[in-house]
């Protein structure tokens, strides 16, 4: 059962988690990145904001290994993870979640938040198809695993509904609970409150932190909702036209000119 | 290690109530027999066609639906748990019928006991199947819907007509004087077997892996999941069991013909698969047995308007289930399809 509880690879401290250098983005002529360079810590939680197509979402399929950076490089760990294929990045432990929520629909809400342990679990084919022991045994240990994650995202009322009968807010959360399965050392949240009512917001937002806190990960969120990010981030990234324009405090980021010439007519 | 015997052993039980299952109905339908001669005709597959219940006519039917059944479920397993849409599963079919046609015949001595054949002949049939199943589903898989459907497509195809030009098994003459030791027990057991595993592969965690990655293949990588190894190794299932189909089908008949696994027969697998349900094994069993015995049950109708009126009732009656029930006889629109109570 060694492979189950996750072993987080404890980086030598002058050595940032993730890290950005100079990467940029082209779709063709459109530069949805260029040259981001930042970094990130361990055991923090971070923010990422920008007006709509400042190239946010586009960084989270950079770290998550959907698109490989047109320029530059990414490091996670202090191992260069450009090229990489998503699932082993996702083994390595980035977890994210989708602005536009991708949930295994037909499948219930307990299988959604399983399907992220099955790297994890021991035993081929063989063990399956004749129902082993050893088989069962890992079965149901998943099986509680995830039942303790729906618990945490206050999902567990809804384990056995298939997950597309779910309430949009209650999707976002199942999306995280799938990608806490993972047993992320880095989570990537895009929007996570897009959509919910602001005392739905406030929830979410004690959740996110709480989350944060006790599993000890590193947190980016992306968000619309200045006061949600400033809330709770300790440090933020502003990214403007693909570039990074800004990054520090909440005070510091709300008294940068850049900031605020970005933000002009797009009020929130 | 007490538990884990135990299990096993529930898995092994399970597998001679099959059997047993498997020859008491076709004592039944042989009507009885209590010479030691007609069990031994059972049991060791003597050709078996004559006596009992059933008239040959039923008795060929009866085994072709079988192995239509195992292709049904086979197929399943790809398309309707992974999404595939492959197009070339007679080919795979042809592969275990000639492969394991060619063992018996030329491998090995013809003394050898008809038991040992025959599970040999499935165990040879589902293995060469398997391998090419493991090579196109290599080659194919990086391409996706219709793509695939067009790539396997041709891969039938280029097997049928590899087939056709090889002497040794008959090239176009097809190929004669297969032994014939498949009977009803023989069929019934190993579509059963086959249930079995896909069902047991449904349950598991690489099913809901499978389900995963047909509904979001993105959201399936960052879970971790390598969607591509996952879709080989389901059309490695897949290929096997279909080969064990082949075989079974080439020591039926006794004879083979390449143009029994055109894509014309693909397509009828598909349809099995859409009329009972996508996604439900019970479903693919519904659907490979009733288009094995409708094209039959009006053969009866031919008789008495002396046209052939077949072709034209088969069609109407699946046009009339896909417009009255589109998502198939055991299909639903949100993935909630049903399955019979012992598949559950
Ligand atoms: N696959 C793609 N092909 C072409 N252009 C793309 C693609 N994905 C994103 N873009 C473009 O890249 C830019 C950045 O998009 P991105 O989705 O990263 O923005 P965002 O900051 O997440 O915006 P939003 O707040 O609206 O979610 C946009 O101009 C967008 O149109
Ligand atoms: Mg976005």
């Given amino acids: 059962m060694a492979q189950m509880t996750s072993t987080i690879t404890t980086t030598t401290s002058n050595q940032p988690l993730l890290k950005l250098d100079n990467m940029s983005l082209y779709f063709g002529g459109v530069r949805a990145n260029h040259q981001v360079t930042f970094s990130m810590g361990e055991g923090l939680l971070y923010g990422l904001i920008g007006p709509n197509g400042a190239g946010k979402s586009t960084i989270f399929n950079v770290i998550t290994g959907l698109y490989t950076p047109t320029s530059g490089d990414v490091f996670f760990q202090g191992e260069s993870i450009k090229g990489r294929p998503s699932y082993e990045l996702a083994k390595r432990g980035i977890g994210r979640t989708f602005q536009n929520i991708r949930l295994f629909k037909e499948l219930t809400v307990l299988e959604n938040v399983m399907t992220s342990f099955f790297h994890q679990t021991p035993g081929g084919y063989g063990s399956a198809l004749f129902r082993t022991d050893f088989y069962s045994a890992n079965e149901k240990i998943v099986r509680e695993k995830s039942l303790e994650l729906l618990e945490l995202m206050g999902l567990i009322d809804n384990a056995e509904e298939k997950a597309q009968s779910l309430p949009y807010g209650k999707q976002r959360k199942l999306e995280m609970a799938r990608a806490l399965g993972l047993n992320p050392t880095l989570l990537l949240l895009d929007e996570p409150a897009a959509g919910l009512n602001p005392s739905e917001t406030k929830e979410l937002t004690n959740l996110i932190a709480k989350i944060q806190k006790t599993k000890k990960i590193s947190v980016l969120l992306i968000e619309h909702d200045m006061k949600l990010v400033m809330e709770i981030c300790e440090k933020i990234f502003v990214l403007d036209y693909g570039t990074l324009i800004a990054e520090g405090g909440a005070a510091e980021i709300q008294s940068n000119p850049r900031v605020i010439e970005a933000y002009l007519g797009v009020e929130d | ?47 078996f066609r004559t006596s009992g219940l059933l008239s040959p006519y039923v008795y060929s039917i009866l085994i072709l639906l079988g192995i239509n059944v195992m292709l049904s479920v086979s197929l399943a397993l790809l398309n309707g748990f992974c ?11 042809a592969i275990g019928a000639y492969s394991s046609a060619s063992f018996i015949m030329f491998a090995i001595p013809s003394s050898t006991p008809l038991l040992l054949k025959l599970i040999a002949a499935v165990l040879i049939g589902g293995s060469m199947s398997a391998i090419v199943g493991f090579v196109i589903g290599y080659s194919s898989l990086r391409l996706a819907g219709d793509y695939l459907g067009m790539v396997t497509l041709g891969f039938g195809e280029i097997i049928r007509i590899a087939i056709l030009n090889i002497d040794a098994v ?27 595993i896909v069902k047991r592969i449904r349950e598991s965690r690489f099913g809901r892996t499978m389900f995963a990655i047909k509904e979001n293949e993105i959201a399936a990588q960052m879970m971790g999941i390598n969607p591509t190894k996952i879709k080989v190794q389901a059309f490695v299932f897949s290929s096997f069991m279909a080969g064990m189909a082949g075989a079974l089908f080439a020591h039926s008949e006794g004879y083979l013909s390449t143009q029994t696994f055109t894509f014309v027969k693909s397509f009828e697998i598909i349809a099995m698969n859409v009329i009972g349900g996508l996604g439900s094994i019970s479903g693919a069993i519904v659907g490979g047995a009733l288009l094995t015995v409708l094209p039959e049950g009006f053969r009866v109708l031919q008789d008495f308007t002396g046209i052939d009126l077949r072709m034209i009732i088969y069609a109407l009656t699946i046009t009339l289930i896909m417009i009255f029930l589109p998502q198939g006889l055991m299909g639903s629109k949100n993935g909630n399809v049903k399955e019979f109570k012992w598949l559950k």
């Fill in chain 2, 83 to 93: 999404g595939l849409f492959t197009m070339g599963h007679a080919g795979f079919m």
């Fill in chain 2, 1 to 47: 290690m007490q538990k884990i015997k135990h299990y096993l052993n529930q898995t092994v039980v399970k597998i001679f109530l099959l059997l047993f299952v498997s020859f008491l109905i076709s004592w039944v339908l042989s009507g009885f027999p209590f010479s030691d001669q007609a069990l031994s005709q059972i049991l060791f597959l003597k050709p």
């Fill in chain 2, 170 to 196: 008959g090239g176009a003459r097809g190929m004669i004087d297969i032994p014939q030791f498949t009977n009803l027990f023989s069929v019934m057991f190993v579509s059963a077997l086959i249930v079995l």
